[in-house]
């Protein structure tokens, strides 16, 4: 699977006489098998637009964004998306929240409550199946949301801010759960985050993005990831020289793109 977004350009146009906003200019990036790709930046720098092309919520105003060669010319079950606000029906038990997205391709009740209890258990949710979701920590319904995107077996992961309503110490232990579940399902991921430091622990490839209009300003290959899947701990990872010295690195180029722009 490769996942190609060639010279993409976003216009959104001006509404109510507003001047047309430049949201993403000649964006190139490619998400290969296995990726944890990160977009950082200011806010306002097309991260959720650049997500949006992705999901195909939104087609390039040039460019062009390929899954597999083929154009992408709107949403499909190879993509789910995960947002801040996980959007669960609140109606619903944790069971059927994971299962809906089975249910909705026709899936048959057995099946799909199996392999949703699957994901279940892999986000650490036995025991919640019959829980009303509104009952559950915000922490807990969080990872319901991606239960419930992973069921649907997607080929790339979208992640919008999936953490960004979650407190540090919930936080951290959801970064930690993610980047298992990525290595244990090895999905393509791309992952939005405001947080320096979530960024370099998670992501395989930084992508820092610079506001108006919004482009790719700086990219980078990351270890930190591996070096906590391989048996470090977190704290240690995020603890190490290299780690610190690339965050002030980052940190640095973020704010002098802000001054420039
Ligand atoms: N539907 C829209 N119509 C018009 N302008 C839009 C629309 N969506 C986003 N924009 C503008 O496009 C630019 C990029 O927005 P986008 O939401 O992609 O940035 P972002 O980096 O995700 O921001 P944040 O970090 O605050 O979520 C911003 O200037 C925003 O105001």
């Excluded at 996942?3 to 430049?22: M, N, T």
């Excluded at 209890?117 to 559950?136: C, R, T």
């Excluded at 899947?229 to 240690?236: D, Y």
């Amino acid at each position: 699977m490769a996942l190609k977004i060639q010279d993409a350009s976003v216009v959104y146009p001006g509404i109510e006489g507003r001047q047309k906003i430049e949201a993403l200019r000649r964006i190139n990036l490619t998400i290969d098998d296995g990726d944890f790709i990160v977009a950082l930046g200011a806010s306002g720098c097309g991260k959720s637009t650049l997500l949006s092309l992705i999901a195909g919520f939104l087609s390039p105003t040039s460019g062009e964004v390929l899954l597999n060669d083929s154009k992408i010319e709107g949403p499909g079950a190879d993509r789910s998306v995960v947002f801040q606000k996980h959007a669960l029906l609140p109606w619903l038990n944790v069971r059927d929240n994971v299962a809906f997205g089975l249910m909705l391709q026709g899936c048959a009740k057995k099946e799909r409550y199996e392999i949703g209890d699957k994901y279940i258990g892999l986000l650490g949710l036995n025991g919640f199946e019959n829980s009303p979701v509104y009952a559950l920590s915000g922490g807990m319904q969080q990872r319901v949301g991606i239960a419930r995107a992973l069921a649907c077996d997607p080929k790339v992961l979208l992640m919008d801010e999936p953490l960004g309503a979650l407190d540090a110490l919930t936080r951290e232990k959801a970064q930690e759960l993610i980047l298992q579940v990525w290595r244990d399902t090895r999905k393509s991921i791309f992952f939005i985050t405001h947080s320096v430091e979530e960024a370099l622990f998670m992501g395989t490839r930084l992508v820092v993005m610079s506001p108006r209009p919004g482009r790719i300003a700086h990219t980078f290959d990351l270890p930190f990831s591996r070096m906590f899947l391989g048996g470090q701990s977190a704290r240690s990872v995020k603890a190490s020289s290299q780690f610190i010295a690339l965050r002030e690195e980052v940190l640095r180029m973020i704010f002098a793109d802000e001054e420039a722009a």
